[in-house]
């Protein structure tokens, strides 16, 4: 079955630092690949996604890059923010499993001024 | 345009009770999600919809977990009688066709206490 493994957390960070959340995937067939963020006290909100390899994703600041050959949709970020604190979550869908979110375990990250 | 709805953001309620979650999707999307996420973890799939029929709902416990989406557009899941072990945020998605490529888009979540 499908499965996603991203690092855990917390991810501290001062501001302005770089970020990577790593994210690692296993699916049959041919995945379409998402991260996902979750403002404290907020839904899940769409961040970016990337749907056949090679891909990059990005949105705010933020871009993913979909990785066949090593299986993986790595978070990045050049400088983070405050604001970006929050919990990220790597998901994944594909046409062998009925088109639904697998997601990983999430990964908080704090940012501190 | 407005997002994926939800109703109650909070539940307590005692073990045994009957409780019910409301969600109401995006405008035209034809594929609706329930998902139950657990404290501290991703979110995992109970039921999925295309238009008013079930086409996925291998993961939702029957015994005591029910769903339905009558007229293809609002969706309710009711849990009859909850158990401690239910306690979790019930989230509500809906994408526009259930495609591999296509955004689901999240609700706010139900957050349920059983005591």
């Known amino acids: 079955g499908n499965s996603v493994t991203q690092m855990e957390g917390p991810v501290t960070l001062s501001e302005e630092a770089f970020l990577t959340i790593n994210c690692t995937y296993t699916?049959?067939?041919?995945?379409?690949l998402f991260w996902y963020v979750q403002y404290p006290g907020e839904g899940l909100q769409l961040l970016l996604k990337?749907?056949?390899?090679?891909d990059k994703g990005s949105n705010k600041g933020f871009e993913a890059t979909y990785r066949k050959e090593t299986t993986s949709f790595h978070l990045e970020k050049g400088s983070v923010q405050v604001s970006d604190s929050a919990v990220y979550f790597c998901?994944?869908?594909?046409?062998?499993?009925?088109?639904?979110?697998?997601f990983g375990g999430g990964t908080r990250l704090m940012v501190k001024p | 345009e407005a997002g994926v709805v939800q109703s109650p953001r909070y539940k307590i309620i005692e073990k045994k009770q009957p409780v019910a979650f409301w969600c109401n999707p995006i405008s035209g999307h034809n594929t609706l999600y329930w998902y139950l996420q657990n404290l501290g973890q991703g979110p995992e799939l109970l039921i999925r919809y295309e238009n008013e029929e079930a086409v996925d709902d291998s993961q939702l416990p029957k015994d005591r977990f029910s769903a339905e989406r009558l007229k293809g557009v609002d969706s309710t899941l009711k849990i009859q009688p909850a158990e401690l072990g239910d306690s979790a945020v019930y989230l509500c998605?809906?994408?526009?066709?259930?495609?591999?490529?296509?955004?689901?888009?999240f609700g706010p979540g139900t957050r349920l206490t059983v005591l």
């Open positions: 998605a809906s994408s526009l066709r259930g495609g591999s490529t296509d955004t689901q888009y």
């Open positions: 990337a749907t056949k390899a090679d």
């Open positions: 699916a049959t067939g041919y995945p379409s």
């Open positions: 998901a994944l869908t594909s046409n062998n499993a009925g088109n639904m979110l697998t």
